[in-house]
């Protein structure tokens, strides 16, 4: 099975080494010339979880010359549409695409550029941190989900057999939309909260009112799964996001990230999602909806920053 990994950033480096560490043949596509070309030049050096290695992996910045059989999409998802339509045209058409993106929204987008048939989506509790350019921090480890798994498709199969091969924990599910929505609901409790309090995630449960705020953002997103008929892949909600905190205690949001370091937050597929998912349902959501404001002005205005 060949990988075309898309997106150099901690997630996309790390399935990237281990994958091509196990055996397979993987390319990576990364839009930034020079970090495409020093990925290229000295490989990916992973540290953390299975000790420290250096890997290396073809990179590229234009069109790389494996003919693939999977496409794991590791931008993020405000970019989800640009790099799916970039590399569209270098694919064979039975090439699968995968996501395994935070929020809500990337399937629908992939599904529109490739056709349903060819897009998979899923959820990982893999956790991975930039050091550098073509450096990462390999912090955590989880399940790794993937689907629908389609009875009559051995490439899903295909698939979780190359993660487990390299060293993921991964399976298939017929039912994807659950665990994509229960990742959802413990970013709606997490990534603004510290995005606007530059918390670690450890504190944001230990706060009175950032406790009270995280749960009734996540009150608000349940209902909408609810009303989705969604069922949930844990019994309470609220439990679940705050055993996240303290299980990520050390960690620093992906959202909080994106904010220190002036760029596109994934509020829109995140929050902003349980807020479009509410209106088109006719459930109220005051409580994301003032959090995505919130975080919306911030980017906005990141050169007025005092």
């Known amino acids: 099975m060949e990988f075309l990994v898309v997106g150099a950033g901690a997630m996309g480096c790390l399935f990237a080494a281990r994958l091509r560490r196990a055996g397979f043949k993987v390319e990576l596509y990364e839009k ?4 495409a070309k020093t990925i290229h030049d000295k490989g990916i050096e992973v540290e953390g979880i299975g ?3 250096n890997v290396k992996v073809p990179a590229f910045a234009e069109n790389p010359p494996l003919q693939t059989d999977v496409v794991l999409l590791c931008v993020k998802s405000p970019d989800t549409q640009e790099a799916a339509k970039t590399v569209r045209s270098w694919l064979k058409p039975e090439s699968l695409i995968l996501t395994l993106q935070n929020g809500l929204g990337n399937v629908e987008i992939l599904q529109r550029i490739f056709g ?12 991975a941190t930039v050091l550098g350019p073509g450096k990462i921090k390999h912090a955590g480890q989880g399940e790794t989900v993937i689907g629908p798994a389609r009875e009559a498709d051995n490439r899903v199969k295909g698939l979780v057999f190359a993660f487990n091969q390299a060293g993921f924990r991964a399976r298939a599910a017929h039912d994807v ?27 944001l449960p230990q706060i009175e009112g950032t406790r009270m705020i995280m749960a009734q953002a996540v009150e608000e997103a349940v209902a909408v799964a609810r009303a989705k008929g969604i069922e949930l892949p844990y019994a309470d909600p609220l439990d679940r996001v705050v055993a996240v905190c303290h299980a990520t205690a050390e960690n620093v ?10 760029k596109t937050t994934e509020i ?5 999602a349980i807020l479009r998912e509410g209106k088109a349902l006719g459930i109220s959501t005051p409580v994301n909806a003032i959090l995505t404001a919130l975080v ?4 906005e205005t990141y050169p007025e920053r005092v």
């Open 32 to 35: 930034i010339q020079a970090l």
């Open 116 to 127: 349903r048939e060819r897009v998979l989506g899923g959820v990982t509790a893999e956790g």
């Open 177 to 203: 939309d659950q665990f994509i929505w229960g990742k959802l609901i413990v970013n709606v409790g997490i990534n603004a909260l510290a995005a606007l309090t530059k918390l670690k995630n450890g504190r």
């Open 51 to 53: 000790g420290k290695y």
């Open 253 to 262: 949001a992906s959202m909080l990230q994106d904010v220190l370091h002036e």
């Open 296 to 299: 919306r002005a911030i980017q």
């Open 268 to 272: 829109e597929f995140i929050n902003g």
